[in-house]
């Protein structure tokens, strides 16, 4: 569903993004984990087509930058962006229209999801007066409206409360059972943690690794948080890394797990002779 061959992006002689390649096949959820400044958002977008580019994307087969390509894809961007003067209600009759859209399906579909993200009290207030959390439970139910065959998530998480954090992570689960690629991109390793099938980690631009859940065994399988640690720290790290706790399937890492200070030298302290 989405390929991504030798992704490049500059901004004047800063590079944002370099070489990057990365797949998702229908009904795989991805994820694009790294720390901030990674290049994660800036990837999204090249792929999005909101950004020039050097590479190769294309999403379902076709060029990412053309029409067929964009019927496929829903984006959550990591800030809501939204009409002020529209209402909630508002915002999804004009995606209903947008993507021509069955009106009374559309409308069925927007009440189910208003419900599971507990939005009915706020359906006609102007999105203006909402808060950054509900701002972006309405752009995640504009993103689902058209059922995209891929989902673009930056960021998801940021400002949900809990139900809602628990809701999306079980819809992505749900649209992952019916088809749809999702790709993730985050720093909040704890939300995406259990539904997870890739994880590409990336670092000052780079994907520096790319590990499939299934080809994990031991504690590596149960743990993203561990793997991202394993693989980012050994990088320009003050801390030293020693190899007394093997890493099994975690294949070509350079990382090592038990981590330690790195030795200091001081000089000691004469004690003072008593008199």
């Known amino acids: 569903m989405l390929r991504v061959k030798g992704l490049t992006k500059k901004f004047g002689k800063k590079v944002a993004n370099e070489n990057i390649n990365l797949s998702l096949d229908a009904g795989e959820i991805g994820i694009l984990l790294g720390p901030n400044g990674a290049g994660k958002s800036t990837a999204i977008k090249c792929i999005l087509g909101l950004l020039r580019y050097e590479g190769e994307v294309k999403i379902g087969g076709f060029p990412a930058n053309s029409s067929q390509a964009k019927k496929l894809v829903g984006y959550v961007p990591e800030f809501p962006s939204l009409y002020d003067m529209l209402t909630v209600r508002e ?79 079980l819809m992505v689960t749900e649209l992952s059972d019916a088809g749809v690629a999702v790709l993730i991109s985050t720093h909040m390793i704890s939300t995406v943690e259990g539904i997870w099938g890739k994880a590409y980690i990336m670092r000052k631009g780079h994907v520096i690794s790319c590990h499939r859940k299934e080809e994990m065994v031991g504690m590596w ?33 350079k990382a090592r797990v038990s981590v330690s200070k790195p030795k200091t030298t001081k000089k000691s302290k004469k004690k003072r002779k008593k008199k």
């Open 221 to 253: 399988a149960e743990s993203l948080e561990r793997i991202f640690f394993a693989e980012t720290e050994a990088y320009d790290s003050p801390w030293r890394y020693t190899s007394d706790m093997p890493i099994t399937g975690l294949p070509e890492t």
């Open 91 to 169: 915002h999804f009759e004009f995606i209903s229209r947008a993507y021509h859209l069955d009106p009374e399906k559309t409308r069925k579909y927007a009440a189910e999801l208003v419900d599971r993200f507990r939005l009915t009290e706020v359906v006609d207030t102007l999105c203006k007066d909402l808060s950054k959390g509900l701002q972006q439970k309405v752009s995640i139910i504009c993103a689902l409206l058209p059922r995209p065959k891929l989902l673009l998530l930056d960021e998801p998480m940021l400002g949900l409360d809990p139900h809602a954090i628990k809701e999306l992570r």
